[in-house]
């Protein structure tokens, strides 16, 4: 019974190409869940210099020369970073202390709620299993807020890993843009001659990483600002604070949706309760993710590889379980890098046949 899976996996082991391919691969993979804490500094400039390749290239056609519109484009992210830091951070910083120590009044004002519940519905709610669960919640998120607190730049590690970040990846950044293709170049020296599915895989990978990275950076940010502009103007107290949280969901697809939803009810409630405010709050919010799922992302990432949504799940749970949030933050392109090492599989297993 088992001649045939034998003989199927001699045809591919005979097939060096493929093999170099899924080895190169197995050592990618190896190397970031090794040391992908140490190259993390490396990962983040890459990211980056994706974001900014967009912008460059636009420059690029707009014949500026490209070392110029590096130039141009580092200053100008230097300056959005330093207005991030300055004006942004303090505010975000302020509302989420607010909501830490506010924590105790509204859990008793859902209490409260549960409570007046309870007493019209009898029958229909178990008031004393929702409180210990509220509770237990509760606790939760004053142990979370607390630590987000203590964790600020006076301790010697955080002001150590701010510097590294502060110094590399800018400079990461600017020779990954200024010397790319050299780097390219420099790195096909060490692969097989015989490099042509290396080079197919490569070259989806590179356009659906960028495609991917850029595109998730300027929904993330037109989101946000969308929510901030929205929740600012009626005058709710944790606009920025929820404007973080959505653009923040958009990378992780599905789920971040779903679970930013649960601080925005909860925080409106807590500021309006069961007013019409509330649900003008719900409704913006609706009406954001709506624009968002139906005009921003097809805009946006119309040349990414379409991936099933159960596909989708499966890899952020993957992905996410083996390098965190960084496998959370990359597990499209990565499912996508999986699809495309299959589909080659798929196809020389046809060729043989024939």
């Not at 993390?40 to 890459?46: D, G, K």
């Not at 929904?219 to 653009?247: D, K």
């Not at 990414?304 to 496998?327: E, T």
Request: charge should be neutral.
């Amino acid at each position: 019974m088992m001649a045939p899976f034998f003989d199927w996996l001699k045809k591919h082991l005979e097939d060096t190409e493929l093999m170099m391919l899924l080895a190169f691969l197995l050592l990618v993979f190896l190397m970031l869940a090794l040391f992908g804490a140490t190259l993390a500094p490396v990962l983040v400039a890459i990211a980056l210099a994706y974001v900014l390749e967009g912008i460059v290239v636009l420059l690029s056609a707009c014949r500026v020369p490209r070392l110029f519109g590096i130039i141009i484009v580092g200053i100008g992210a230097m300056l959005t970073i330093l207005f991030t830091l300055l004006a942004v951070l303090p505010v975000l910083t302020d509302q989420v202390g607010r909501l830490v120590s506010h924590i105790p009044q509204y859990v008793q004002l859902l209490r409260d709620t549960l409570h007046d519940l309870q007493a019209r519905y009898p029958t229909g709610v178990n008031a004393d299993y929702l409180q210990e669960s509220l509770s237990s919640i509760a606790a939760k998120i004053r142990e979370w807020g607390g630590m987000v607190l203590s964790a600020s730049i006076s301790s010697i590690p955080n002001v150590i890993a701010l510097g590294v970040y502060a110094v590399l990846v800018p400079v990461l950044v600017f020779f990954l843009l200024k010397d790319k293709e050299h780097i390219l170049s420099w790195g096909q020296q060490f692969l097989p001659k015989n490099r042509i599915l290396l080079h197919r895989v490569w070259g989806e990978l590179d356009t659906q990483i960028g495609n991917y990275i850029r595109g998730r950076f300027w929904e993330s940010s037109m989101v946000g600002f969308a929510m901030w502009v929205v929740f600012y103007s009626m005058g709710h107290e944790y606009a920025l604070l929820l404007a973080v949280l959505t653009g923040i969901s958009v990378w992780i697809p599905f789920v971040g949706a779903a679970v930013v939803t649960i601080p925005v009810v909860l925080l409106s409630y807590f500021q309006w309760g069961w007013s019409e405010m509330s649900m003008y709050s719900l409704l913006a919010y609706a009406i954001i993710q709506l624009i968002d799922a139906n005009i921003v992302i097809p805009w946006l990432f119309s040349e990414i590889v379409n991936l099933h949504p159960i596909a989708i799940i499966v890899a952020v749970l993957v992905f996410g379980s083996v390098w965190g949030i960084v496998g959370v933050f990359f597990a499209i392109p990565l499912a996508a890098l999986v699809q495309s090492v299959l589909v080659i599989i798929t196809e020389r297993a046809l060729q043989q046949k024939g």
